[in-house]
């Protein structure tokens, strides 16, 4: 089948070379010159484990290509719509003009029988929209919404394994044509067993907010119980895993530290808020407001942890901050806790350094101002306390006996709960963690 991708930035770039994988013809398109020749090039233009291989593996197959030229998506069937949703600035409220552009840019190129799949995490409401505005120019294309649920550092496989698709098409109707040719874009998904979901077009928008919204209350739920476990001398660590035993909550994303970040969780469910007030909704989702609350104040948390652990103040101390990217295994910085409390510890006098495997080049042009390390060993030299904030499995790797010989003083702050106290305790460092005695 020949596919169209609009959009080539992470979801985009991600879904174009896995469309190619399962053996379709695939054209992306994006408007930025330099992501479409790094593309071309089989070059990643962010990083993604996996991503560059397959690349190039369908590059050489001749079934992937790019463009900045909107015109070759003429002659595919399928268009898939896969460019951002950002925050709008100084409101909670998702910015639409790159989706509407996309679509309005993509109408004029349409032919009878053609899908238009969004894929974009969207305010309730657009897809009926945009539905309106494909009808007008062809009334025989179609409109169907169909929601990734991509996690960054598993992007690739999430996209050919995911754990299930969700169609939104204006009547909710299986037996919708759409249905039928995007069944064939994922037949070898479909064949393997992933489930499918038909639902009407508010159903699908819902389905991503909805599950982060879940996701983020769960983060920020156990944050909170930290604040309580702190206040009480009790381990968050231990008590999640009681709790998680129950299987009607379990224990994934349980874990206590220094909230989310990441270009999704934050202004998806700032959105969300933003779209229900807008419904005249939004008494429902006032828990959100605090779920974002707590998150943030994680961040003043760490500050204030780390400044009693360097003896009550911040200023002149030698600050190495182990992470940049707000996850491990992707060097996204957007809306990082772990660069926002670099950024405060500097501002309150600390001399922070940065390190991170993959991120410090998008962290450098987020904050200019902090210093920059690209290996481990030289920004721990002469640190006066250490913050683990994003656990690449080289810093839960650490050897407390070996990190000794490089810092200042022994001082650690656990942001992630991921290391073991006792082990650390015994080696002569002063261990604080999260919600942990």
């Known amino acids: 089948m020949r596919i169209s991708v609009i959009g080539c930035g992470y979801l985009g770039a991600v879904h174009a070379a896995c469309m190619a994988k399962l053996g379709h013809e695939v054209v992306g398109i994006d408007v930025d010159e330099r992501k479409v ?55 909670n409220g998702a910015d639409m003009t790159y989706v509407d552009a996309a679509v309005s840019a993509l109408i004029p190129h349409l032919l009878p029988g053609d899908v238009v799949v969004g894929k974009s995490t969207v305010p309730v409401g657009t897809a009926t929209r945009l539905a309106a505005l494909i009808r007008e120019s062809e009334p025989e294309a179609h409109l169907l919404w169909n ?16 754990d299930r698709f969700v169609y939104g098409v204006a009547d909710g109707s299986e037996d919708h044509k759409a249905v039928e040719l995007l069944d064939d874009v994922y037949a070898a998904s479909l064949a393997s067993g992933t489930p499918r979901v038909v639902t009407d077009l508010p159903t699908s928008e819902l389905v991503k907010t909805a599950a982060n919204s879940f996701l983020a209350t769960k983060i920020s739920f156990i944050n909170a119980m930290a604040e309580v476990c702190e206040a009480a001398g009790a381990d968050v660590s231990l008590l999640a895993d009681a709790v998680g035993m129950d299987d009607r909550i379990g224990r994934k994303f349980l874990n206590a530290g220094i909230g989310f970040g990441g270009g999704c969780l934050p202004k998806d469910i700032r959105a969300f808020m933003a779209r229900a007030g807008e419904l005249g909704a939004d ?32 200023m002149g101390q030698k600050i190495t901050v182990l992470g940049a990217a707000f996850k491990p295994e992707s060097d996204d910085v957007r809306d990082s806790p772990a660069l926002s409390i670099a950024a405060q510890l500097q501002l309150q006098g600390a001399v922070v350094t940065v390190t991170d495997p993959k991120a410090l080049e998008n962290a450098s042009r987020r904050f200019p101002e902090l210093h920059y390390e690209t290996l481990t060993d030289l920004a721990l030299r002469g640190a006066d306390a250490l913050l683990l904030l994003t656990e690449w499995n080289e810093y839960c790797r650490l050897d407390p006996y070996e990190s000794a010989t490089l810092v200042s003083a022994l001082r650690i702050l656990d942001g992630r709960n991921v290391l073991d106290p006792s082990k650390w305790r015994a080696a002569g460092w002063t261990y604080r963690g999260l919600g942990r005695p």
């Open 37 to 91: 020749n790094e593309l071309s090039a089989a070059r990643a233009p962010f990083y993604e484990p996996g991503l560059e291989d397959l690349l190039r593996e369908v590059q050489e197959s001749g079934r992937l290509s790019f463009t900045t030229e909107v015109s070759a998506a003429a002659g595919s069937t399928v268009h898939f719509i896969c460019v951002g949703t950002p925050q709008k600035k100084g409101e």
């Open 147 to 162: 929601p990734e649920f991509l996690r960054e550092g598993h992007a690739v496989s999430d996209t050919l394994h995911p």
């Open 283 to 314: 008494q429902a989702l006032t828990f959100l407001r605090e779920v974002d609350a707590i998150n943030m104040r994680r961040r003043t948390r760490v500050v204030e942890l780390t400044r009693d652990l360097c003896g009550g103040s911040l």
